[in-house]
């Protein structure tokens, strides 16, 4: 496989999933989810191609790249058999199950996003990918899109671990915001804000979701 055809698959992915994502974002809109949800789509789309690279390197053959006759090119389904088979006889190999995680997201299969997450908890519970990967794969399975229960102190764990988790941070906030909690939601929110480049979209976003909140705080009946 040439380098070309590695920047083509991941312009491929990358397209794939925000065709995948945005359909997401206006059904969250639908369940009262922040307008800012669209900054965390961008941070998905651009982590989850590089999860499908750790794919390759994880159950490819990277060797025969060096004059050895590379093997044919996998589908993404022939290469979640080959992690699949890989984790079979490594089931406690956390990484793994937390790339097979993303894989999953990356193909909109939350319930199995969410599972594999889980068994990457069950080998390492203090993984904060699989934390905070597992809590956004609940929400996306639950019909109302909140996060609560388990994927809250998944959460507030992750944080413990990983104060500045950009990702964990995002969540607890949309999570409080979708409990009518704006004052906590904006106070989260601001803790992101300084690990974003201030000139980024992203950052305009959460600046956006952080007036919506406080607005929303101040109009709240005592």
Do not use: C
């Not at 990356?106 to 997450?117: C, F, I, T, V």
């Not at 990457?120 to 229960?149: Q, T």
């Not at 906030?173 to 690990?195: H, N, S, V």
Request: proline content about 6%.
């Amino acid at each position: 496989m040439t380098l070309a055809f590695y920047l083509v698959a991941a312009a491929m992915l990358a397209l794939a999933l925000a065709l995948l994502l945005v359909p997401l974002v206006r059904q969250g809109r639908l369940h009262g989810r922040p307008r800012g949800v669209f900054a965390w789509v961008v941070v998905i789309a651009l982590v989850l191609p590089l999860g499908s690279a750790g794919i390759y390197l994880l159950v490819g053959t990277p060797s025969t790249l060096g004059g050895v006759e590379p093997a044919k090119e996998m589908t993404v389904g022939e290469a979640i058999d080959s992690l699949l088979a890989r984790l079979k006889e490594h089931p406690d190999d956390a990484q793994g199950w937390v790339l097979l995680g993303q894989t999953y997201s990356m193909l909109k299969q939350a319930p199995d996003a969410r599972d594999a997450y889980g068994r990457a908890l069950k080998a390492d519970p203090k993984n904060v990918a699989a934390m905070v990967g597992w809590a956004e794969a609940d929400s996306l399975v639950r019909p109302d899109h909140r996060i609560e229960g388990r994927a809250m102190d998944l959460l507030t764990g992750a944080l413990a671990l990983e104060p500045q988790s950009q990702r964990a941070l995002w969540l607890l906030g949309i999570a409080q915001f979708q409990q009518e909690r704006y004052t906590d939601a904006a106070a989260t929110w601001r803790k992101l804000q300084p690990l974003l480049d201030p000139d980024s979209n992203v950052a305009h976003a959460v600046a956006q979701q952080i007036a919506l909140a406080d607005k929303r705080a101040a109009n709240k009946p005592m």
